[in-house]
């Protein structure tokens, strides 16, 4: 190993630190610069490595936190300045020590930053040192504390403050004598005027006078040296306030240098990894949108850089395919010469004016405005702090969905809620709707399933577990044209049914059963089920299933969500299929983070797209126009596939996150709609769920309760209906679930062209809506 770089230990010069000029001796008024705070990654220990916390720096103290809210009660160290070393390790390193008792290993996002704190840290224990002495002294004023820390100053600054210091400790020590020269010799004079008005012999009297006249030289010249401080006085406060804008000047320009260089700094990251994205991704997703795990809404706080993070170590895979640029004849002759059929036979002006015209700004889409204004803010987050390991340590290798849990580590929105999310880009569908090739058609529908991932981006929160029986409608019939049901059809092992029907031709069911295993470091979640997805205009017939997620840093560090694995999007009617490869991140792999990559081929294999792009940001598509097999791929020694594709187009790109997501659990603007109290609902509706609504009002004392006694109901309902099964000895069908529970708006149903069982909408539920009639709904809350 190579050795630590030498550490520079900065120690300013005491001995030169004074207060600043003022026009008068008065107390001092603290100033913005008394105080500078932010973030830092502190070392804790060998398991935990560098931690991130919040740091303040206020009258030579400073003081950390592990978040803002626990500035108002809970401090975790604070380290006094006046006695400290700062010492710089690297760019981004450095070290506080007080001589062996407190020691802060620290370090900063940037270079920049990390200079901003030092900087501050000097200055503030320059002003430490000097209040302390002056406190030892005499109790004198302290220093006017110097313009604002985080602006910080060079050597040719620092020499100036010095000098205003001394000047000022000078002034004032004039201005001391002044007073004190005036009134003793004020003093002496009543004294010696009292003094010759006693009569007293000639010797005596002569000496008097002698006195008296040298008393008098004495306050001759005291005024002199008074009128000539007085003179300088004025002279050093003039002289301070030039000095003093001027350094201001060099501070706010050293401002702006610091800025330029920190987005110089930005975009030379953001270049190379955009460079180095340029040679698996089409150009036009080779950008800093897409490369940063923490991108998208800028509210949070998640980084590619952070220390707190844990990654995989998995191996990076190679890639399958490579694209490049199609041969410019295949741009003048359309895709006659790449073998397309004649659906296909239209060139990419064609495609791109027909079957994707249905874009945001296309008339067709203007056409539905909204009936009703949806409620676009919830109540903010409470910040509750509670102890994740401290719970989950004993649900190691278990079932989660078995194992009790607090609203702390819930959203207020349920699966079922959850599952109605997958239509947030249900505009996708329509486009589909649409298209006249299969294989476009395919492209839209692998979109829509890449796009159902795009709001978990930033969602650890864990929905609320369904009740056997509860439902949520989503109707959006009048306003974008669909209407969709959900039911909790089984709750051991949890399973909800999905059903969505739009009025654009397309109906999407699902039945969706969730595994999740903890492994102490992270938690998986393995959906188990199928989607499926038809067209009524073709009568194609897709199917598909969802991929694993995984919730990072459960132990340590901060919460983060990844996708991964592999979809199979299968179109039964024509034996099309798109394989999409959602890659697992990587802190070794120089790809973009969430990558996913798919090409759709028809039955004989052929391909006819290649998508790419990110599961949290958009999706491209390129029409394949020529493909051939390359070079060896690796080791393996498989040969890669080489297309030769079309320019890359735009295919779904996420919509932005509503403004204050941050603190309303970063939900889209659809999710904060899915909550909101409706009329005419059944009484089973998630809307209705008590612990739920009291979650989202921020009382989770009383939602804690009222989840309890909930989960207390269910399981005694649970007991009844299996004692009544045990009395009538009817045993449950083949393949369905063990609760002993008849769906009420569901039925299972073998679906003749995937061979697929699940539960789909035998219908009921609108019309008992339009009659309001719930007579046959259970009580379940």
């Known amino acids: 190993m190579d050795p630590p770089p030498p550490v520079i230990v900065v120690q300013p010069d005491t001995a030169k630190l004074g207060p600043l000029v003022m026009s008068e001796p008065k107390a001092p008024t603290p100033t913005p610069g008394d105080t500078y705070k932010g973030w830092l990654f502190k070392w804790t220990n060998y398991i935990k490595g560098y931690q991130r916390r919040w740091f303040v720096l206020s009258n030579g103290l400073l003081s950390y936190y592990r978040t803002q809210a626990e500035m108002g009660h809970t401090c975790r160290g604070t380290i006094n300045l006046a006695t400290a070393n700062i010492a710089v390790e690297d760019s981004c390193n450095f070290v506080i020590s007080n001589g062996g008792a407190q020691t802060y290993h620290l370090k900063a996002s940037t270079e920049v930053e990390r200079q901003r704190w030092i900087t501050a840290l000097e200055l503030a224990k320059a002003k430490a040192v000097c209040m302390q002495a002056e406190s030892d002294d005499s109790g004198d004023e302290c220093p006017t504390s110097p313009p604002t820390a985080g602006q910080g100053g060079g050597s040719r600054n620092s020499a100036v403050q010095s000098t205003l210091r001394t000047l000022g400790s000078k002034v004032e020590d004039l201005s001391t004598c002044n007073d004190l020269i005036a009134k003793h010799g004020s003093a002496l004079q ?52 030039h000095w003093q804008k001027a350094l201001q000047a060099e501070r706010d320009q050293r401002m702006r240098l610091e800025q330029t260089l920190e987005q110089l700094a930005k975009q030379h990251n953001h270049l190379e990894r955009a460079f180095r994205g340029a040679t698996v991704l089409p150009p036009s997703l080779s950008n800093p949108d897409i490369d940063s795990k923490g991108s998208g809404s800028g509210k949070g706080d998640a980084s590619d850089e952070d ?122 569908l329509d486009k589909g709707a649409k298209c006249q090739s299969s294989q476009e058609q395919m492209c839209y529908v692998a979109a829509f399933t890449v796009s159902s991932y795009s709001t978990t981006v930033y969602r650890t929160g864990k929905p609320f577990n369904p009740l056997l029986g509860e439902t949520f409608e989503l109707d959006r019939l009048k306003e974008s044209g669909y209407r969709s049901l959900c039911e909790q059809v ?68 901060k919460l983060w969500i990844d996708q991964s694995g592999e979809i199979d999007v299968v179109n039964h009617t024509t034996g099309d299929r798109c394989h999409l490869k959602f890659a697992p991140y990587s802190y070794f792999s120089r790809d973009v983070a969430r990558k996913v990559t798919g090409v759709v081929t028809d039955k004989e294999g052929k391909a006819h797209f290649v998508l790419s792009g990110t599961w949290d940001e958009r999706m491209e598509f390129s029409r394949v126009m020529q493909s051939s097999k390359g070079g060896e791929n690796g080791a393996e020694g498989k040969q890669k596939t080489v297309y030769q594709t079309l320019k890359a187009r735009e295919l779904w790109k996420k919509n932005e996150l509503p403004e204050g997501a941050e603190t309303m659990y970063y939900f889209s603007t659809l999710a904060l709609s899915l909550n909101e109290a409706e009329e005419g609902i059944a009484p089973t509706d998630s809307r209705h769920r008590p612990d739920q609504r009291l979650m989202e009002d921020g009382r989770w004392d009383e939602a804690n309760t009222e989840k309890q006694r909930l989960e207390e109901k269910q399981r005694i309902v649970r007991r009844e209906r299996e004692r009544e099964a045990a009395k009538t000895a009817i045993p449950p069908e083949e393949g369905s679930h063990q609760d002993n529970y008849q769906a009420l708006w569901f039925e299972r149903f073998e679906d003749p062209v995937s061979g697929e069982t699940m539960h789909v909408y035998k219908g009921g539920y609108w019309e008992a809506k339009d009659q309001g009639n719930w007579d046959m709904c259970p009580d379940i809350f």
């Open 307 to 428: 220390d707190e993070n844990e990654f995989f170590d998995a191996m990076e895979d190679p890639a399958e395919y490579i694209t490049v640029p199609a041969d410019p004849k295949y741009h003048r002759s359309g895709s006659n010469a790449s073998g397309f059929s004649s659906e296909m036979g239209m060139d990419d002006q064609s495609l791109d004016e027909q079957s994707l015209a249905s874009n945001p700004e296309s008339p067709h889409s203007q056409e539905v405005e909204p009936v009703r204004k949806r409620r676009s803010h919830i109540p903010d987050k409470p910040n509750y702090s509670l102890n994740l390991w401290s719970i989950m340590k004993n649900c190691i290798g278990k079932e989660l969905s078995k194992i009790p849990m607090p609203v702390n580590f819930n959203e207020p929105l349920s699966m079922l809620q959850r599952l109605s999310e997958d239509l947030e880009y249900y505009e996708l």
């Open 490 to 557: 089984s709750h051991h092992p949890p399973a909800a049914a999905h059903h969505a029907i739009s009025e654009k031709g397309w109906t999407l069911r699902q039945e969706i059963s969730l595994a999740s295993k903890f492994r102490g470091k992270y938690l998986s979640i393995m959906p188990l089920g199928s989607i499926q997805c038809i067209f009524e205009k073709s009568n194609n017939h897709y199917s598909w299933k969802k991929v694993t997620t995984t919730v990072h840093n459960i132990i340590v560090g």
């Open 190 to 241: 009543r004294s010696l005027s009292e003094l010759d008005g006693v009569r007293v012999g000639g010797e005596a009297g002569d000496k008097i006078r002698q006195v008296t006249e040298r008393a008098t030289l004495f306050r001759i010249t005291s005024n002199a040296m008074i009128n000539a401080c007085r003179d300088f006085l004025a002279l050093a406060q003039s002289h301070s306030k």
